[in-house]
């Protein structure tokens, strides 16, 4: 009897799948409060649970260098260059306002919908495939990086690219909101140059 044909069940869970819904509903309700919160530094630290549950999620299927590249890359490279573009541009630390577009009822029909393509698309694409949790892990760094660099190298670049411009772009507001600054600071408040004080 092959492992697709053993008898699975929900009535019978292992330690292993019991772990992996409860760190899957802890994932679930750490993204919905990033995208609820209406503090963005809030929001940030919700994303570094969020991206960190899906780690650990990748750990229990025994994808070992899949669940450290999430870490790396996205835990220890996007939520760093997030919080980063939010000093630049000295975003607001509490609630702020902005944060909400007014477009709430869209985003969510959207978000739903993309929900159920994607459950729909996984569900149908592993209906009859079945991991061996207790077992050794299914694929090793060299399959994972061939794949990774052979058939995804373009959208590993794009990535990158998107990650670098999203930094340029909070640089170059942070320096335009300084200029708008001194522009429209009053003459009187600009301090005044050395030596003056001492003429006088």
Avoid: C
Avoid at 29 to 34: F, I, K, N, P, S
Avoid at 77 to 103: E, H, Q, W, Y
Avoid at 160 to 166: D, I, K, P, R, T
Avoid at 173 to 199: F, I, W
Wanted: no cysteine; aromatic share 8%.
């Amino acid at each position: 009897m092959t492992l697709a044909q053993a008898p699975h069940g929900f009535l019978s869970p292992t330690g292993v799948e019991i772990a992996f819904l409860l760190v899957g509903l802890v994932t679930l309700g750490a993204a919905l409060v990033t995208v609820a919160t209406r503090q963005l530094v809030h929001a940030a630290l919700w994303l570094v649970v969020a991206l960190g549950g899906l780690a650990v999620e990748y750990l229990l299927l025994t994808a070992e260098f899949i669940a450290w590249v999430q870490v790396l890359i996205y835990v220890g490279s996007v939520v760093v260059l997030l919080l980063f573009g939010l000093m630049l541009t000295k975003a607001p630390i509490g609630r702020s306002p902005d944060a909400d577009s007014g477009n709430r009822w869209a985003a969510l029909t959207v978000a739903v919908a993309s929900a159920v393509a994607l459950v729909w698309v996984v569900v149908d694409a592993f209906r009859t495939t079945w991991i061996d949790l207790d077992g050794p892990a299914a694929g090793t760094t060299e399959v994972t990086g061939a794949s990774l660099f052979r058939h995804w190298v373009l959208p590993f670049e794009a990535l990158s690219v998107l990650l670098l411009a999203a930094l340029v772009g909070a640089i170059v507001l942070s320096r335009k909101a300084k200029a708008e600054d001194r522009t429209a600071a009053p003459a009187g408040d600009l301090p005044a140059a050395p030596g003056k004080e001492g003429a006088r």
